[in-house]
């Protein structure tokens, strides 16, 4: 299993980031990671993202803005 966010625009068009997104071995990490570089995600355009395992969307999309 790989686990990874699509990172995308309000549009639901995948965001081009100066940074790779990472693949995870477990939810729990990709999730962790999101907690983590959120705002900098946001910050690069992004306005929502989707957690993808290999190939089947777990959920999302997921709003990136600050309530």
Same mark, same amino acid.
């Given at each position: 299993?790989?686990?990874?966010? $699509?990172?995308?625009?309000?549009?639901?068009?995948?965001?081009?980031?100066?940074?790779?997104v990472?693949?995870? %071995?477990?939810?729990g +990490?990709?999730?962790?990671w999101?907690?983590?570089?959120? $705002? %900098?995600?946001?910050?690069?355009?992004?306005?929502q993202?989707?957690?993808? +395992? +290999? +190939? $089947?969307?777990v959920y999302?999309?997921? %709003?990136?803005?600050?309530?």
């Amino acid at each position: 299993m790989a686990w990874t966010w $699509r990172v995308e625009g309000a549009d639901g068009a995948e965001v081009e980031l100066d940074f790779d997104v990472p693949e995870f %071995s477990a939810q729990g +990490d990709a999730e962790s990671w999101l907690g983590e570089v959120w $705002r %900098s995600l946001a910050d690069a355009g992004a306005a929502q993202v989707t957690l993808v +395992d +290999d +190939d $089947r969307v777990v959920y999302g999309p997921m %709003s990136l803005a600050a309530e």
